[in-house]
C-alpha cells in the first residue's frame, strides 16, 4: 500500500457534452471535443488505511460534507472492488480555482481521484481504463486524464466499455490560451448532472440536440488538424448556444448565466469586429471562456478586465496529461 498524491487538469468542451444515455455508468448521449486546462488544476493525495472505520475525504482542507463523502464512497467501492482491497480510504483534495462554478472541477477532481485511489490500491491501469473509471464519478472527467485536444467518445456498448476518452492532438499541436473570465465565485444553484436530466426530461430541443452533435464532432476534428481557427469559433459557439437553448428551454428553465456574460459575448464578438481572433465557450456555470491565439491573449485578457462585472481573469495555455506527483511508502 502507498500514499498517492496525483494531479489533473481541468477541461472545457469545445463541442459540449449535456445529457445521458445512462445515468448510473454516466454514459454521454453525446459525443464531446474538449481542450485541457494547464493552470487549473486539481491535487489529490490516497491512502487506503485498515484503521480507519468509513472513507474520509478533506477538500480544499476542510472536512466534506456527508453528500460528498458518500459520492467519494462510491466511487472508491469501484477502485475497492478492481484491486481487491477492503480498507477505507483517507482522501485529501485541492482544486486551486473555484469549485461548482462552471469551470469543470469534478472532471479535474475525478480524474485526479481515479489515477491516484487506484496507484494507492496497487492497480497501473493504462488511460483507457482510467478514463472509464473517471467517467463514472463525473462524465467530463473521462476526458481530463489526457492533454491537448480531447475526443470523448459516445459509445454504443451497454456496459459503458467503449465510452471512453481519446487524445486527438498534444497541447503543442496548436498555441492557442484560454482566457476565462470570472463573473461569480457562487456555486451554481443546479449541478450538471440535475440539469442534464431536467433537459432531458422536458426540453423540447433535446432531440434535435442529440441529433446535431456527430456532425459537430466530425466537423471539429477537422477543423482542429487542419488549425482552421475561425470554423473552429464557429462551431464552438454554435455548440455552446444550442447547449444552453436546451438549458433554457426546460422546465423550469435552467439559466446558467447573468448579466455580465451576456454582456461579455457581445464583447467577443465585437473583439472579433476589431480584427483580433477570439471565440468563447461557456459551460453549466457564468464564467466565460475566450479562446485565443497566444499572440493575442494579452489584449484579449486586457479587453475582459475592463469589464463591468469581471471580477478577474485566469489566462492558461492547453494543459497536459494527468499525473502522478507523489509515490510513498506506508
Known sequence: MKKVKARACSNIALVKYWGKRDTKLNLPAVASISITLDSLFTETSVFFDQKQTSDRLFLNGEKSTEKDRIRLSKFIDLIRKRAGVNDFAMVESINNFPTSAGLASSASSFACLALAASRAAGLNMDNDELSLFARIGSGSAARSVYGGFVEMKLGKREDGSDAVAHPLFSRDHWDLTVLIAITSEEKKKTGSTDGMELSRKTSPYYKPWVESS?????????????????KVAEIAEFSCLKMHALALASNPGLIYWNGTTVDLIHKVREMRDMGIPVFFTIDAGPQLKAICPSDYA??????????????RVMKTPLGGDATILEEQDI
Open 214 to 230: 456527430a456532425d459537430d464532432i466530425q466537423d471539429m476534428r477537422q477543423a482542429i488538424k487542419e488549425k482552421d481557427f475561425q
Open 298 to 311: 494579452a489584449k484579449v485578457e486586457s479587453i475582459l478586465l475592463e469589464q463591468p462585472g469581471v471580477k
